[in-house]
């Protein structure tokens, strides 16, 4: 069975920086992308920041030159880096991961539990 489990969330001024955590456990053989959503109140999740095994890349507008998306292979472990926070990016924020369990296993998708951070303005 495999758990992603995030940490690092919190309260923070707008202007403030916060880094998001979140470690992959269980039966793991390799995981691809990894992701961070997050969901306001009252809308939908959406996409914040992917990176590939390879370590490529992919940014939400809103958070460019803001957010750094970054990961650790060897531990199974995903970050994200959040500078210069204003409150619209208050959220919960989700850990996302495909991951294979099996040299000959389809890779499966999974979430973490969510953790919030608020931004005060």
């Known amino acids: 069975q495999v758990q992603l489990v995030e940490s690092g969330g919190g309260l923070v001024q707008a202007g403030g920086s916060l880094r998001l955590s979140c470690a992959a456990s269980?039966?793991?053989?390799?995981?691809?992308?990894m992701a961070w959503y997050r969901q306001a109140p009252g809308k939908q999740r959406v996409l914040v920041a992917s990176?590939?095994?390879?370590?490529?890349?992919n940014y939400a507008d809103s958070v460019k030159g803001r957010f750094t998306i970054s990961r650790d292979n060897a531990k199974n472990t995903v970050y994200l880096q959040m500078n210069s926070l204003k409150p619209e990016d208050t959220a919960v924020y989700y850990c996302?991961?495909?991951?294979?369990?099996?040299?000959?296993?389809?890779?499966?998708?999974?979430w973490g539990q969510g953790t919030q951070v608020t931004v005060s303005s």
């Open positions: 996302n991961a495909d991951i294979l369990t099996g040299f000959y296993s389809d890779s499966s998708n999974y």
């Open positions: 269980g039966i793991i053989f390799s995981i691809n992308t």
């Open positions: 990176i590939t095994r390879g370590g490529v890349t």
